[in-house]
């Protein structure tokens, strides 16, 4: 399967616990973006990143969250101290490189997180 | 105001009808326009992928843009079953790095 992977498909957690959720980028592409989707709101972006850097994180809470896209291995979207407001499904897509920034994003089906 | 606006629909229609979706949009900043099919329970998958103002055909599907209204809309020709999904408008702005989306509508094609 070369399509954006992500996982876990479910994960559930306590309030206090942390979550780790993973992105495998498409073959070829070199660009990450994370999104969150609320029941019945839209798609909304929370970061961006290239390999080793975060490009844009103008959508990522200030507190408990975190992103990483290091040198080998997938992307991790990191929530510490989970409360029930982030239940939601998380999004990862993934781009190719390229000089216009305005590439095609292709979005992995998501990580559906629950908070008892 | 939101900056993308989206009926959620439901919108049901009998096999082999057109359909037409649309959105609306306020920021005059945004320069590419896409739609997404989302069945349930499955990630957004890329449909349609145009840059500025115009028409574009893919089978059974049409994209138009029409800018000086900031409208868009997405046509499908002789619905099948298998069109029945969520489908998402999605915007961005020359060089930004970040989508925004419509909510969505909930189109359900009956056999």
């Known amino acids: 399967n070369a399509g954006v992977m992500q996982n876990p498909r479910h994960l559930v957690r306590r309030r206090g616990q942390e979550a780790r959720l993973r992105c495998s980028p498409m073959?070829?592409?070199?660009?990450v973006y994370w999104y969150r989707q609320l029941p019945e709101e839209g798609l909304k972006f929370m970061v961006y990143l290239q390999k080793e850097n975060i490009i844009d994180e103008s959508g990522m809470p200030k507190e408990r969250f975190s992103a990483e896209f290091p040198k080998e291995g997938p992307s991790i979207l990191r929530i510490q101290q989970v409360v029930r407001g982030d239940s939601a499904a998380y999004f990862c897509?993934?781009?190719?490189?390229?000089?216009?920034?305005?590439?095609?994003?292709?979005f992995g089906d998501g990580t559906r997180l629950s908070i008892l | 105001q939101k900056e993308v606006e989206q009926d959620p629909g439901p919108l049901s229609v009998p096999e082999g009808a057109i359909v037409s979706l649309n959105c609306t949009y306020s920021n005059s900043a945004f320069q590419y326009f896409m739609w997404y099919r989302q069945y349930s329970r499955k990630g957004p998958e890329l449909l349609m992928y145009t840059y500025s103002s115009g028409n574009k055909e893919d089978g059974r599907f049409t994209a138009q843009v029409d800018k000086s209204s900031k409208y868009i809309s997405l046509f499908i020709r002789d619905s099948q079953p298998s069109d029945s999904a969520t489908y998402l408008c999605a915007m961005s702005a020359v060089g930004a790095n970040n989508l925004f989306f419509g909510t969505g509508t909930r189109l359900t094609v009956i056999p």
């Open positions: 073959k070829g592409h070199s660009h």
């Open positions: 897509a993934s781009s190719p490189p390229g000089q216009n920034s305005n590439q095609p994003q292709h």
